[in-house]
């Protein structure tokens, strides 16, 4: 008998509502709620073709045991056993430094919850992270700053209260379909459009203002926006008195930022940089949005604080239809945030370094939890480099596809005494694992997601997962008992919720039978916000009053030259979602996009004598990968783009690797690279057979000799 479910979709972080259709055991369709209160009977590509993410073609079905260069099948007492031996003796004979965990933005947030819980009051680490690390860290950093919480501080639905709408370094009809096809809708209502990005984006073509800024100059290009609010008195002067502090020392920092140094900068001329500060400052309500090409830089957190102070010197934080809004890239990145999947946070943000936090966790789980500094994900691997690290679990990410600089992440995967994978399929990161565990997919299980809004949703189980799979938070509770550790029985996804609410605030008024009443709840949902919060800050800010914080422009990490002459930034496609293990299962999506390509603009095209979908080899100081080129002029001359979702073009073979200082965010969106023709008849290779080669580590490897 078929049936329907109702769940929330897999793909990005905007929440959609979806019927699962299922009959039997398993999912043949899906379709739109009508009545969800963000995606209004609306799905995009992606989400009409989520039923495909769960076939059973392909999965992971029982343990796997690395048995020789391949797999052997085995049970679960035998993993879970030889699990328990290997954390065990490294967490007791070289420390709880040398372990960690890498949680997933994809799994419920009961699912990480158990994750975390597991690293701190198990493993006795903080060594816990998930890819909000590649993503939106400095997101959590610079807001939590400037604001005092680290999120998006109003609702999907205030796009369609703004007057203005600001689209800064990303594209949400790519990324966020359904958030992209707001914006769309605004502007035809009225609301004036403006787009900050490099390239010439589907948005920034229907814009009213297109701030074509050069690779990584948003710090730059955001003082001299500031500046010229502040000589031209557009500054929200009642706001600034009563809300924020330190305008005197913002005032004097961006003084620099004159319009024509911006220009010479950014490459914005002085008119845009006034038009722009002029309908910003005046709107009545402005929605800023911003993705990726603000915080995957050296400077992220500087760029997302830069955000900040152009907001709150126009007052447009705390009122509906404004504010200051990441959009989270994951389902459930937001919510693997929330339950703490982060080295310094335990679930809440209360932070580690609180020693009454600390007790106060100590004492609800009945055993002494981690005190130490924790490790990001990129500081685990570097530590593996240096045989400081020994023993990892990674629960559904695939970082050999979305890590930057793929040589050096599979070089310290391999360094790892014992990996285990948990996952659905057997992505580039299981095939390295010594022990592989079969997940279930989020039609499998019960749970629950936060959006980017800050929306937690009940995800609800629609069939039984295949074979041998079980939830991330049902492994944890088995693996507990080996190593006979307390407070992990838990007999279904609810009772770990509710454990959650019992020690995190901003969760503290929620339960199942309340989001299932309500179409989900947004935080904080306190004693104080019963009903949950749509906007945030109306009245106060978390620390009293917000920070204007002084923030300096510099250079991206790495700068064409004569050697590498391109700009590469990696994007995001329509029709593809995260490292490709579930869009790519699906016909429709890949034959929409089946493989990853090259854009480059005409002029550039035409000087190396390239035409459309010339075959061509991509190299960087790290790596090097072949392809076809798209000749197209959404990418100015000097900058290229390559997806990231292709494990066979993996654009993260080119990656730098530099560093935020902040929060560890590697800069994923500028590289220097070079274009090599090929042979104009050839094929180009996929990364598998450079691999056999041997020529997608060779530049890589003659960089390191040579430095």
Not at 271 to 282: G, K, M, W
Not at 449 to 462: I, L, M, P, W
């Amino acid at each position: 008998m078929i049936k329907t479910t109702p769940s929330v979709c897999p793909y990005c972080g905007t929440g959609c509502g979806i019927g699962l259709r299922s009959d039997g055991d398993k999912v043949i369709g899906v379709e739109p709620i009508i009545n969800h209160p963000i995606s209004k009977g609306r799905l995009c590509s992606k989400g009409w073709s989520s039923a495909f993410a769960t076939g059973h073609e392909n999965r992971i079905t029982s343990p796997m045991i690395r048995d020789g260069k391949g797999f052997r099948k085995a049970s679960w007492d035998e993993a879970l056993t030889l699990i328990h031996e290997q954390f065990s003796y490294f967490r007791d004979h070289h420390g709880p430094q040398s372990v960690g965990m890498i949680s997933c933005a994809r799994a419920t947030n009961e699912d990480n919850y158990a994750i975390q819980k597991f690293a701190r009051a198990v493993l006795k680490t903080n060594n816990i992270d998930h890819c909000a690390r590649i993503c939106h860290s400095p997101s959590v950093a610079g807001l939590q700053q400037t604001l005092g919480s680290g999120a998006m501080t109003n609702s999907i639905g205030d796009v369609g209260k703004a007057d203005v709408i600001v689209v800064f370094g990303c594209d949400p009809t790519e990324s966020h379909s359904i958030i992209g096809s707001d914006i769309i809708k605004a502007k035809e209502a009225g609301a004036l459009l403006m787009v900050v990005d490099p390239r010439r984006t589907r948005l920034a073509e229907m814009a009213d203002v297109h701030l074509q800024l050069r690779l990584g100059t948003n710090v730059a290009l955001l003082n001299g926006l500031v500046n010229i609010i502040l000589e031209k008195g557009w500054e929200n002067q009642a706001f600034l008195s009563k809300r924020c502090d330190h305008l005197d020392l913002l005032r004097k920092s961006v003084a620099e930022y004159t319009p024509e140094k911006v220009l010479e900068i950014t490459g914005v001329p002085v008119d845009q940089q006034i038009q722009f500060a002029r309908l910003y400052s005046h709107a009545r309500a402005a929605f800023l949005a911003y993705g990726m090409g603000v915080t995957q830089y050296v400077s992220g957190t500087n760029n997302v604080i830069a955000v900040s102070n152009l907001a709150l010197v126009c007052g447009q934080v705390g009122k509906p239809g404004a504010g200051i809004n990441p959009l989270r890239g994951q389902n459930n990145v937001q919510g693997a945030c929330d339950m703490g999947c982060l080295p310094g946070v335990f679930p809440g943000y209360q932070s580690t370094d609180d020693e009454a936090v600390r007790h106060k966790f100590s004492t609800a789980w009945g055993t002494s939890v981690a005190k130490g500094p924790g490790m990001t994900s990129l500081g685990m691997n570097e530590a593996a480099l240096q045989e400081q690290f020994h023993a990892m679990m990674i629960f559904g990410e695939d970082p050999v596809v979305t890590d930057p600089d793929q040589n050096q992440v599979t070089k310290s995967l391999k360094k790892l005494d014992c990996l285990v994978v948990v996952e659905m399929v057997m992505t580039e990161t299981a095939q390295l694992a010594d022990v592989v565990l079969p997940a279930a997919s989020f039609a499998e299980k019960d749970g629950t997601f936060s959006n980017c809004e800050r929306r937690v949703q009940r995800v609800r189980k629609a069939v039984n997962p295949p074979g041998e799979c079980l939830s991330d938070w049902q492994m944890m509770s088995k693996l507990a008992a080996y190593f006979g550790a307390d407070g992990f029985a838990w007999e279904n996804a609810e009772q770990i919720f509710e454990e959650i609410v019992s020690l995190t605030p901003i969760y503290s008024q929620m339960s199942y039978p309340r989001l299932n009443n309500a179409q989900g709840l947004q935080w904080p949902c306190d004693i104080h916000h019963p009903d949950g919060s749509a906007v945030l800050h109306e009245r106060s800010f978390p620390n009293g009053k917000a920070r204007l914080m002084p923030v300096h422009y510099l250079p991206t990490a790495e700068q064409p030259d004569s050697d590498y002459p391109y700009y590469l930034t990696t994007i995001r496609l329509h029709f593809h979602y995260g490292c490709g293990s579930m869009t790519r299962k699906s016909p429709l999506l890949e034959r929409e996009s089946p493989k990853g390509l090259l854009f480059m603009n005409p002029r550039d095209a035409t000087n190396q004598g390239l035409f459309n979908h010339a075959p061509v080899g991509v190299r960087s100081r790290r790596g090097y990968l072949e392809t076809r080129v798209i000749v197209t002029d959404q990418v100015p001359p000097g900058l290229v783009s390559i997806p990231y979702h292709f494990n066979d073009v993996p654009s993260n073979q080119l990656t730098n690797d530099a560093q935020d200082p902040v929060t560890r965010m590697p800069e994923l969106k500028a590289c220097a690279i070079r274009v090599e023709p090929l042979a104009r008849d050839s094929e180009p290779r996929s990364i598998h057979l450079l691999r056999e080669a041997g020529e997608a580590r060779a530049t890589a490897e003659i960089f390191r000799t040579v430095v």
